[in-house]
Structures are given as structure tokens and as C-alpha cells.
């Protein structure tokens, strides 16, 4: 079956350190893969995409690469913000649209 | 473009009593989802429409929760009767949809958070 697996949170950082969010998927065919972020007391909005193997998904210092040898599309930024407190999730969408979401990451970046 | 539209935007309601959340997805966009978040289950699938008709329902919790699409521009997620195991903030979403072989990213609404006492 289609799944994806992010790491537990929360991830507590001070401002500015690098970040690192794990997710891997579990598909039958080739996935279309996307992060998702979602603020408190909103939806969740689009942060990136890729939609085969090899490419890479970048927004707002955001990045993650679609890897098809290990299965993953980990989120990564390299100085994080405050304001980029959030919970971030990781989806996959297969056959017909229908998207299989990982169960979320709580970020806390400290001042 | 106004995006994903829900209402109400908060909603109270006792315990036995019928609920109905509203969602006008954006204008052109033939799928709509409707999800279920909560702490102890994280965001769940109820069920999604492709060009009106429900696709998958699997997820729908049981038979008191329906859904419908009667036009391309209005959907209702219906609960009668409700419980407080039902509170949680619902969230429909809409896409383009499936094209050539292309899966599109979905544009959430901000959700309706229901409270069932």
C-alpha cells in the first residue's frame, strides 16, 4: 500500500541552527511528493513539491529532493526562523489524487 | 481567487443534535476532500468527489457522517446525530485534479472547528 512516515516532534531549535525534517514513503508506483505546512489556527498551504525522481522542491529557504534509491523527501533549511514555528507535513499523492499524509512534525525555533 | 471557502468557521452544538459543514472549493478545480484532524489521530481522509461523484468514502467513520456534492462549487459534510468524540476541526480541500497523469497539490480551507458537549 501507499504510506509515508515523518519523525516524531516536536524539533526544538534556536534561531538560525539547521534544520532537518525525515520523511519516507512507501508507494506502489511513482508518487508526486509535497510538504505541507500548517500554522496554528489554519490549513495547511503548500511548501513544495517534486513530482519525480531527482528533482529537488525549494520555497522561502525550504529544500527537499525526491529520492527514489532511498525512498525519502527529507525537508531541510539551513537558518531557521521563528516565524517558521509551525507543523510541517509530508504527503504523497497516487492514483487519482488521493494524497496519503505523514502525521506531522511540530517545529519550535526558539529566539 | 478567494480560495477554499468553509463555513461556519466555528461551531457548538450539544450532543445529539444535526451539524452541517459547508465548503465552496476554488472555481475550476474538479476534486474535493474533506479531512478530520485531532490530536490523537492526526489529519484523517473522510472521503473525496472527482468531477462531483463521491470516489472513495472508506473513511467516513460510520453511517451517522454523510457527504455531498450536488454542483461543482458546493459540498456539505452532514453529522446527525453528533457526539463529542466528533469534536475536531474538519477541513475540505480541492484540486484540479488528475491530468495527464499529473497529481496536483491540494489547497486547503482554514477548517471549521466543531465542539459537540
Known amino acids: 500500500g501507499n504510506s509515508v512516515t515523518q519523525m516524531e516532534g516536536p524539533v526544538t531549535l534556536s534561531e538560525e541552527a539547521f534544520l532537518t525534517i525525515n520523511c519516507t514513503y512507501t508507494?506502489?508506483?511513482?508518487?508526486?511528493l509535497f510538504w505541507y505546512v500548517q500554522y496554528p489556527g489554519e490549513g495547511l498551504q503548500l511548501l513544495l513539491k517534486a513530482t519525480k525522481a531527482d528533482d529537488k522542491g525549494s520555497n522561502k529557504g525550504f529544500e527537499a529532493t525526491y529520492r527514489k534509491e532511498t525512498t525519502s523527501f527529507h525537508l531541510e533549511k539551513g537558518s531557521v526562523q521563528v516565524s517558521d514555528s509551525a507543523v510541517y507535513f509530508c504527503a504523497l499523492s497516487y492514483n487519482f489524487n488521493k494524497f496519503y499524509f505523514g502525521s506531522g512534525t511540530k517545529l519550535n525555533v526558539k529566539p | 481567487d478567494a480560495g477554499v471557502i468553509q463555513s461556519p468557521r466555528h461551531e457548538v452544538t450539544e450532543m445529539g443534535q444535526e451539524v452541517t459543514l459547508r465548503c465552496k472549493p476554488i472555481s475550476g478545480h474538479n476534486s474535493l476532500f474533506w479531512y478530520r484532524q485531532t490530536m490523537m489521530r492526526g489529519l484523517e481522509l473522510l472521503i473525496y468527489f472527482n468531477n462531483n461523484v463521491p470516489i472513495d468514502d472508506s473513511g467516513m467513520p460510520e453511517d451517522r457522517f454523510s457527504a455531498k456534492m450536488p454542483n461543482a462549487s458546493f459540498s456539505t459534510l452532514k453529522i446527525q446525530p453528533s457526539e463529542p468524540r466528533d469534536s475536531a476541526v474538519y477541513f475540505c480541500a480541492s484540486s484540479p485534479g488528475l491530468a495527464g497523469g499529473r497529481n496536483y497539490e491540494q489547497y486547503f480551507g482554514p477548517g471549521t472547528r466543531l465542539t459537540v458537549t
Open positions: 508507494a506502489t508506483g511513482y508518487p508526486s
